[in-house]
């Protein structure tokens, strides 16, 4: 079992955990998941462990963004004010709540995560590499837009997370499966059926209909022959993009922010780095780090290799193999001391040894990139979008609450469709489900059927449907739902009855044909000759047989047995109204896990399922002894 806890805490599984935390971390940051934040309310306690409703705030915000994208990949119109903030958040939370015990269980079992470990994963994850290699640059770019304080942060998360993992795998990997139970999944997977089918079909013609059924049928049903409740609807629409053409950029104010642009541009050095760990607060170990980076720092001057030296001394696991090199960056990218000391390098130059939160460091600038600076004409028409977004945003918001304003104060649309200059679109009729464009969205159609709207016919509010688009409507005609008038619908009742009539007749004929078969009345070979068909044989077929409807093998693996001699027969409807009249010959399945195809595939099966249930169980039980405190 230990064995396969470690082969699944160095598989994929563990990729993907540090792939899912970057992925997190990139979109929430550090206190979406963390319980290290400080100086915020409690939302829940734990074992003693706190829960902070800012951490509670931020997964919440996180898990709504992700819900409504999947909704709008499902249905685009999704209107993301049907989601009930106050059940995601009590959802959300008691995931927080699950973390924290499961993370507490595995600690009280005294799982570890070895620090190599951890460094093959970081060292491994696609996020922190360039050109498919280790980056330590981008690998402090990522944390540090995570939200991290340091390398150090990063790990520790990695950890919790494959400790939870690990203490999943150990429930996991011991579970396994009975012979009895392996035998038993095989015996209902891999059973086989011989049988053979012959369709009776429906005849729609032969069933007649009398004008007095369809009047009845038509009087029955009244609610299904409802025309559409309706609305014919005016729109005043708002569109950001109308307002670029509207404003102008004036040309001291675009050299200007192409001055600052360039002005911004800053070269770029290329760094090494040779670290020494030193916690800090602890002068022995400082006074140690600091005396072998001096060493370090004397053995560079007499000519040895800095990369040799970093592969060889280096505490940096993700810099050493590439002999210490961090790639470029500019100003703003590392601790203070450190970037201090590497702006004050001439190329080639080594620096003495640089005290910072990790450790000491010494560093050689290995290369400089200058700035390039672009010409004002090229940064022309970017620039141009930056300045006139800042007009657009300050004019559409300008202009969508003077459109609030005059529609709230007006009778219809006209008034404020002059003082804006807007033109009226009309659209419709359309039902309460909408329709294409403006309609598809959910918002627009509630305002559309709003009981005032209907009523009174006022003008709606100012609906923002996106950060582009503002309108408001107007119900300019309601057509409310009527019934069709018979004569209109006769046609369509009248084939509903010959369906429902003729289905009724097969199922009646396909009844007798299989009672006569089963009596002995009946020869399966008279049947096939007074239906003049053949019967269709199927041989040696599964239940996940792809060959032939799923609804037929359903059924037919719902037939019961035949004695060793004969047959049993049955009948079913299919999805047309048509019968299926099915002759079950005979039935196999596996005697011994011998004659199973793939008794390890039964045996995985079962076991992970009965690991999962155990480790749910162990959830349970956490979770019914845990100190749990909401607030």
């Known amino acids: 079992m230990l064995q396969k806890m470690r082969e699944n805490a160095q598989g994929w599984i563990a990729k993907v955990i540090v792939g899912i935390i970057v992925l997190i971390f990139a979109l929430t940051g550090w206190e979406s998941i963390s319980s290290f934040t400080s100086n915020a309310q409690t939302a829940a306690e734990v074992n003693g462990a706190e829960i902070s409703r800012v951490e509670l705030d931020q997964a919440v915000a996180m898990q709504r963004r992700q819900l409504i994208q999947q909704m709008q990949q499902l249905n685009d119109s999704f209107d993301p004010s049907m989601i009930n903030d106050n059940l995601l958040r009590e959802s959300v939370l008691e995931d927080l709540i699950d973390r924290a015990i499961l993370l507490d269980g595995a600690q009280s079992a005294d799982l570890r995560i070895s620090e190599q470990m951890i460094d093959q994963l970081i060292l491994s994850t696609p996020d922190f590499q360039v050109d498919g290699q280790f980056d330590a640059g981008r690998f402090d770019i990522v944390i540090r837009n995570m939200g991290l304080a340091s390398r150090m942060a990063f790990r520790d998360l990695v950890r919790q997370e494959l400790m939870i993992n690990q203490l999943r795998s150990a429930y996991e990997a011991s579970a396994f499966a009975t012979p009895s139970e392996r035998l038993q999944l095989a015996r209902l997977e891999e059973q086989s059926r011989d049988f053979a089918t012959i369709e009776l079909a429906i005849d729609n013609a032969a069933a007649t209909v009398t004008d007095e059924e369809i009047s009845e049928y038509y009087e029955a049903n009244a609610e299904r022959f409802m025309t559409e409740e309706q609305v014919v609807l005016e729109v005043l629409a708002l569109s950001r993009s109308d307002f670029f053409d509207q404003v102008e950029v004036d040309e001291e104010a675009l050299q200007a922010t192409y001055e600052q642009e360039i002005g911004n541009l800053e070269e770029e050095r290329r760094v090494s780095h040779i670290l020494i760990e030193a916690a800090e607060g602890d002068a022995e170990a400082d006074a140690q780090a600091l005396e072998q980076a001096q060493a370090i720092s004397q053995r560079l001057q007499q000519g040895e290799d800095f990369a040799d030296l970093a592969r060889e001394l280096s505490d940096d696991a993700g810099s050493a193999s590439g002999g ?288 999962q249930q155990d480790f749910g169980a162990l959830q349970d039980r956490l979770k019914e002894q845990a100190d749990i405190e909401r607030y």
């Open 324 to 611: 210490g090199d961090l790639g470029y960056a500019v100003r703003g990218s590392y601790d203070p001391a450190f970037e201090e000391a590497l702006f004050s390098l001439e190329e080639g130059q080594v620096s003495e040894p640089v005290r910072t939160a990790f450790g000491y460091h010494v560093l050689k600038l290995t290369g400089l990139l200058a700035p390039e600076v672009p010409s004002l004409e090229s940064m022309r028409p970017e620039i141009e979008r930056e300045l006139k977004a800042e007009q657009v945003e300050r004019r559409f918001v300008e202009v969508s609450r003077e459109l609030a304003n005059l529609a709230y104060e007006s009778e219809d649309l006209t008034e404020p469709a002059r003082a804006l200059e807007l033109e009226i679109e009309t659209i419709g009729p359309v039902g309460r489900q909408g329709g294409e464009g403006l309609t598809a969205n959910p918002r627009v159609m509630a305002a559309a059927f709003d009981e005032e709207a209907l009523s009174d016919r006022l003008n709606s509010e100012l609906l923002e449907l996106d950060a582009d688009t503002a309108l408001v409507l107007r119900v300019k005609d309601h057509l409310r739902a009527a019934q069709r008038p018979l004569d209109e619908v006769s046609e369509e009742i009248a084939d509903t009855l010959r369906f429902e009539r003729a289905v009724e007749q097969a199922d009646s004929a396909a009844a007798a044909h299989v009672a006569a078969l089963r009596d002995g009345q009946l020869q399966a070979d008279a049947l096939a000759e007074q239906l003049g068909q053949s019967w269709e044989t199927h041989e040696a077929i599964r239940r996940s047989s792809t060959d032939l409807p799923a609804p037929l093998l359903r059924s037919v693996f719902a037939m019961p047995r035949p004695a060793s001699e004969g047959s049993v027969y049955g009948h079913f409807r299919q999805p047309d109204g048509s019968q299926w009249i099915v002759q079950l010959n005979g039935v196999a399945t596996p005697e011994s896990m011998d004659d199973a195809l793939d008794g390890g595939m039964y045996q995985r099966f079962i076991a992970g399922q009965a690991g």
